[in-house]
C-alpha cells in the first residue's frame, strides 16, 4: 500500500479531549500481518518479523499511584466502509491495575503472553498483558482485538464510563495518515502536557515495543521510585566500596 502523507494542519480540539490525562496512548502498531516495518525498519523487542509483533499497543502511567482497575479500552477505526467498527476491552479488578507508578509501560498484545513481573524499585516498569479470545481473562477481558491503518483511535476511560485519554491516534488531526509498513508514536517526553493533539504524535518505521519511544526520557516520570538500591562492593583490606546500580 502506498503510504499516505502524513500532513498537520489546524486541529479542532473535541469535547472528549482530556488536558493532564493520568494515561496516554504512546505507540501503536499498524504492520499489516503480511508487511514489514519500513525501510528496513525494525522493533527493539521483536527485531524484524513480518507483522513487527501483531495487533498490540502500548500505554504510559503518568499520574503515580494510578488505579485502573475495571477501566475500558475503546478501540474505534475505519475499515473502509461507511460505519466504523470498533470494541472496548475491559481491564480486571486484579490487583497489578490498581496501585501504578507514573512511568509504567503497560502493553496490550494479541500474541504475546502475560507478563505481569511488573517491580519498579528493581527497575521492571512493564507490564504485558493479552488479549485475545483464548485468553486467560485475568488482567483484560478474553477478546481479539483490531490494530491497523485505518484511521485507527484509542479513547481510555473509566469504570464510570468517563473519558481519562482520547480520542488518539490517526484521524484526530485533519488529515494525516499511518501506512501498513509503520507505527504510530509519541515522540516527545510523556507527561501532563500530553494530549491527543499533541504534535509529538507521528508516524515513523521504527517501534520499541515495551521501552520508551526514540527520544523519549522518562527520568522526571520515574524519579518517584528510587533507582535500585546502591550494591556494597568489599575491595581488599575490607574498604567499604560504593557502586550505584544503572
Known amino acids: 500500500m502506498m503510504k499516505k502523507e502524513f500532513v498537520f494542519c489546524i486541529l479542532c480540539f473535541g469535547?472528549?479531549?482530556?488536558?493532564?490525562?493520568?494515561?496516554?496512548?504512546?505507540e501503536y502498531n499498524a504492520v499489516a500481518g503480511s508487511e514489514?516495518?519500513?525501510?528496513?525498519?525494525s522493533d527493539s523487542y521483536w527485531g524484524t518479523v513480518s507483522g513487527n509483533g501483531g495487533d498490540w499497543f502500548e500505554l504510559v502511567v503518568i499520574e503515580d499511584h494510578l488505579d485502573i482497575r475495571n477501566w475500558g479500552l475503546e478501540i474505534a477505526y475505519d475499515d473502509g466502509t461507511v460505519t466504523p467498527a470498533g470494541n472496548t476491552?475491559?481491564?480486571?479488578?486484579?490487583?497489578?491495575?490498581?496501585?501504578?507508578?507514573?512511568?509504567?509501560?503497560?502493553?496490550?498484545?494479541?500474541?504475546?503472553?502475560?507478563?505481569?513481573?511488573?517491580d519498579p524499585a528493581n527497575g521492571d516498569w512493564w507490564i504485558n498483558v493479552n488479549a485475545n479470545d483464548i485468553g486467560s481473562d485475568t488482567y483484560i477481558e478474553a477478546q481479539n482485538f483490531p490494530v491497523n491503518e485505518n484511521d485507527w483511535k484509542l479513547t481510555i476511560i473509566d469504570e464510570g464510563d468517563a473519558v481519562m485519554f482520547g480520542p488518539a491516534g490517526e484521524g484526530v488531526f485533519c488529515s494525516g495518515g499511518?501506512?501498513?509498513t509503520e507505527v504510530f508514536r509519541l515522540e516527545s517526553d510523556p507527561s501532563v502536557l500530553t494530549t491527543?493533539?499533541?504534535?509529538?504524535?507521528?508516524?515513523?518505521?521504527?517501534?520499541?515495543?515495551g521501552s520508551a519511544n526514540g527520544g523519549q526520557?522518562?527520568?522526571?516520570l520515574r524519579s518517584v521510585v528510587p533507582e535500585p538500591a546502591t550494591m556494597l562492593l568489599f575491595g581488599l583490606g575490607g574498604v567499604l566500596l560504593r557502586r550505584s546500580k544503572r
Open 217 to 220: 526520557d522518562f527520568r522526571d
Open 36 to 41: 514489514y516495518l519500513k525501510d528496513g525498519g
Open 178 to 180: 499511518i501506512s501498513d
Open 89 to 118: 476491552l475491559w481491564l480486571t479488578n486484579d490487583l497489578i491495575w490498581s496501585d501504578l507508578r507514573s512511568g509504567t509501560i503497560i502493553t496490550v498484545s494479541e500474541d504475546m503472553a502475560d507478563d505481569v513481573s511488573y
Open 15 to 26: 469535547a472528549s479531549a482530556v488536558f493532564g490525562a493520568s494515561i496516554i496512548l504512546n
Open 196 to 209: 491527543p493533539f499533541s504534535l509529538g504524535y507521528d508516524d515513523g518505521g521504527n517501534s520499541t515495543f
